[in-house]
Nanobody, 122 residues
């Protein structure tokens, strides 16, 4: 499974960004998918995850009510809509896939995409 993330950029606090992740390869549509992020000097952590059917989601407490994860299996795409962005959301965001990604843990990830940088200025 190959994952390609896009949509990062710079935005002011309170603004919005939408990240996209294109998945390809055998069985790509059968995995739970997620978004993780890593800020400088910090460990990589889960932001949001979604089941392969798209009917179950899981969010980090810090983004609940502000971020929305969704997927379109027909297009093999996963999205992360980020609203009300804060400076502390600044990080490199990674798309991930795996049988246990819905647990929102790096231990459940089988495949990682390259990151996309999100910078939120105050």
């Amino acid at each position: 499974v190959q994952l390609q993330a896009s949509g990062g950029g710079s935005v002011q606090a309170g603004g919005s960004l939408r990240l996209s992740c294109a998945a390809s390869g055998r069985f790509a549509g059968s995995y739970a998918m997620g978004w993780f992020r890593q800020a400088p000097g910090k460990e990589r952590g889960c932001v949001a995850a979604i089941s392969w059917r798209g009917d179950t989601t899981n969010y980090a407490d810090s983004v609940k009510g502000r971020f929305t994860i969704s997927r379109d299996n027909a297009k093999s795409m996963v999205y992360l809509q980020m609203d009300s962005l804060k400076p502390e959301d600044t990080a490199v965001y990674y798309c991930a896939a795996g049988s246990s990604v819905l647990r929102c843990s790096t231990y459940g990830v089988n495949y990682w995409g390259k990151g996309t940088l999100v910078t939120v200025s105050s």
